[in-house]
């Protein structure tokens, strides 16, 4: 079942998941979801390189806006 915006939304925002170098994960940008590997994971903060593009990293500070494929 999919989750609603106002579902993930209601979710805490911290902690964060730590994920594993190379997790396939799914983060929440303005335009929507874009899908990216993981590159650095700690309780804090999360960075992944995005598939799309030739070089573009986020960091993710909060943990509603971050899912594991």
Request: aromatic residues 6%; contains cysteine; hydrophobic residues 25%.
């Amino acid at each position: 079942m999919k989750e609603t915006e106002q579902e993930r939304l209601s979710r805490p925002s911290t902690p964060m998941p730590v994920f594993r170098r190379g997790t396939p994960v799914s983060i929440y940008m303005g335009a929507g979801w874009e899908k990216g590997t993981v590159t650095e994971s700690t309780k804090r903060h999360c960075s992944v390189r995005l598939n799309r593009g030739t070089s573009r990293s986020r960091t993710c500070f909060d943990a509603r806006n971050i899912k594991q494929i």
